[in-house]
């Protein structure tokens, strides 16, 4: 699949990372809500990991370099990653959005509400949709 500039579509599939221990738990290999907790300018940043052609993901060691080359710049080292399929956005009420820079590959969920308590349940739902991978040791 090559990646269309225009949209996200369903099949794809999406990696956030983590920075923050408190976002997953090791002992029980999951991912926490507060993992998905948007930014103020409610813009949640992902990565489309998908391989030409689906259903597979691109080479973990591309996937991970994303990470080091881009993510920690800005968030520290990351820990981990949460993957979710691109079809879980929409019946959560959001969009995604191909957003190429800084990268590519880059997306970001969009459609936020405002209340806490309607982003608190949309971030549970994700959260549990999620599969949580560590890093592995370098």
Known sequence: MTLDPARV?????????LSEGHHFSKSTLTVK??????PKN?????FRISSDPPPGLIPEEDIW?????????TRGPVLGRADLSASNIAPE?????????????HA??????????K???IKKALAAKATLVLRPPT
């Open 42 to 46: 409610l813009r949640f940043s992902v």
């Open 9 to 17: 579509a369903e099949v794809e599939q999406l990696a956030r990372f």
């Open 33 to 38: 809500y507060q993992a998905f907790s948007p």
């Open 93 to 105: 009420g959001l969009r995604l959005e191909p957003a190429p820079m800084p990268h590519p590959r």
């Open 65 to 73: 370099s994303i990470a080091r080359d881009l993510v920690e710049r």
């Open 119 to 121: 982003q608190k349940a």
């Open 108 to 117: 970001n969920i969009v459609g936020w509400p405002e209340e806490r308590e």
